[in-house]
């Protein structure tokens, strides 16, 4: 008898929660087309393990603009150029802002960082202040010395590797990671083969796994108490590991101990400007300071280091381009000398090249979410207030409809003669966004786009590339691990065998 109670309540609950789901006002105007949700939980059992790729296969069976139902939200998606550009350009205001999230509130310090927060005058002050400080032509000069000095670190590691055989991405994350942090604390973080850094790239990554994650408590708010896939307790805990480091940065700064750039540092500047913010929206607080830091470390790492581990795998996988690459690099910046970010602009083929491993590995698949304000119409389609907006990055980059062959690693399509040779990848061309576009496009954008283009540049120019256990180039695993980043399913590990002259990575 004191049992069959507590067997009801799940039902009970469960019976409630699709009454009160289907009591919701029906939309009376067209909404766009998509599969029929389940009961109570909607479309979420859709997304699978690898949404970005659901939602793909789905837009090529509803069409480019779809609507879900995740629990109790309205989702739009966008899976074409055409569609995401009515979204980022021509309503870009209406979607200028994030909708409610657990990852926001339980890791980026409850909206007070700069992804996350609403769109107004804080976000227009903390975007100003990375725009100016951290950003701006001259602070990305001032600080070109930090990023060749990282690179050069990274090449001498590689060739002192020996015959044994290195974990690449482990190598490119201490040192986009290093190279940011000089920037940012006036200090290296890590040393060349620190235990650490595998610990950090694993806190970074696994913040962007949970912040990919469609937890179920954002979208059916009766539920996130229960926290079922356990999603807020991970979260919290990494909240706290990353609360941790970064207090110990702020402290250092404060009583003088941090910093040793002959640049004055972004927390240095941070701090300064905590009393007396320029811009918009009040003053600065340590927790502002905090999650802007936050903010950067993981979008500011892991997406560089990532997309560069792709662009070496699909040139391994593919010798005639890399040979290519060779040849303009020889012919451009010679044998004698490392090149340098002074050389990128003549280097054509290599930009191409990064062009297309953007294309192919967008490092966010799935563009973060924002909100619609009010209502609005979209190719005919009613878009309700409140719906949250996706734009499939992945499955743009990808369109048969845009791109010839478009699984083909085909750098020669940016260059002249080729389908896109002027297209970009900065939001203004919205075939190929991997920084979003927008009021909200990534404002690191010219940090990345510098940072991947030096790494790649270096890594053709430096080594010749052979994989791990025999494996062969067209044996290589491909396949993607789904988090907020689109990592690689397997670590990339390889041999990297010098082709300069010794003396040229002593001299970095």
């Known amino acids: 008898m004191t049992i069959l109670p507590l067997l009801l309540y799940p039902s009970l609950t469960a019976l409630l929660l699709y009454v009160l789901l289907n009591l919701r006002p029906r939309h009376p105007n067209r909404l766009p087309p998509g599969p029929s949700p389940w009961p109570i939980v909607g479309n979420l059992p859709h997304l699978g393990t690898t949404p970005h790729h659901s939602l793909a296969a789905l837009a090529a069976k509803y069409g480019p603009l779809m609507h879900l139902r995740l629990g109790f939200v309205d989702v739009v998606v966008a899976a074409s150029a055409s569609v995401a550009s009515q979204f980022l350009k021509t309503h870009d205001a209406n979607f200028a802002s994030r909708p409610p999230n657990s990852g926001a509130e339980h890791m980026a310090y409850n909206y007070q960082d700069l992804v996350f927060a609403p769109y107004g005058p804080r976000w227009r002050m903390l975007r100003k202040i990375c725009s100016v400080h951290l950003f701006s032509g001259k602070a990305l000069d001032d600080f070109r010395h930090v990023r060749q000095e990282e690179v050069a670190v990274l090449t001498r590691a590689l060739a002192g590797a020996g015959k044994s055989p290195v974990k690449l991405g482990q190598l490119l994350s201490v040192c986009t990671t290093n190279a940011l942090a000089r920037v940012m604390l006036g200090r290296r973080v890590f040393g060349e083969r620190d235990a650490k850094a595998d610990e950090f790239k694993d806190m970074v990554v696994e913040m962007m796994v949970l912040a990919g994650e469609f937890n179920i408590g954002d979208f059916i708010p009766a539920l996130d108490w229960l926290d079922l896939q356990g999603i807020t307790k991970k979260m919290k805990k990494l909240h706290a590991q990353f609360d941790s480091f970064l207090n110990t940065i702020l402290e250092e700064h404060k009583t003088g101990k941090g910093g040793s750039s002959s640049h ?62 060779h040849e303009e690099m020889d012919n451009v910046v010679g044998r004698e000398r490392l090149v340098t970010e002074s050389d990128l602009g003549k280097l054509t083929f290599l930009q191409a090249i990064v062009k297309e491993t953007f294309r192919l590995h967008p490092s966010t698949p799935l563009s973060l979410p924002r909100i619609a304000s009010e209502s609005c119409e979209i190719d005919g389609y009613f878009i309700p207030k409140g719906s949250t907006l996706l734009v499939n990055v992945w499955a743009i980059a990808r369109d048969p409809k845009m791109w010839t062959d478009p699984l083909e690693f085909r750098p020669t399509r940016f260059l002249p003669g080729g389908e896109k040779p002027n297209v970009d990848v900065k939001g203004n061309d919205f075939e190929v966004i991997p920084f979003g576009a927008g009021r909200r496009i990534c404002v690191g954008i010219s940090l990345g786009l510098r940072m991947v283009q030096l790494l790649v540049a270096t890594l053709v120019q430096t080594f010749d590339w052979e994989l791990a256990n025999g494996v062969l180039p067209e044996k290589l695993n491909m396949n993607e691990a789904f988090g907020l980043t689109l990592q690689r399913a397997e670590p990339l590990i390889v041999y990297p065998k010098p082709r300069l002259a010794p003396h040229v990575y002593e001299s970095g």
Do not use: H, Y
């Open 264 to 325: 004055r540092d972004l927390s240095s500047t941070l701090i300064a400007l905590k009393d007396d913010a320029d811009g918009e929206g009040g003053k600065l607080s340590d927790i502002e300071i905090k999650a802007l830091l936050l903010n950067l470390f993981i979008a500011g790492t892991d997406t560089s280091s990532s997309t560069v581990e792709w662009a070496i795998a699909e040139l391994i996988r593919c010798p005639q381009i890399l040979r290519q690459a």
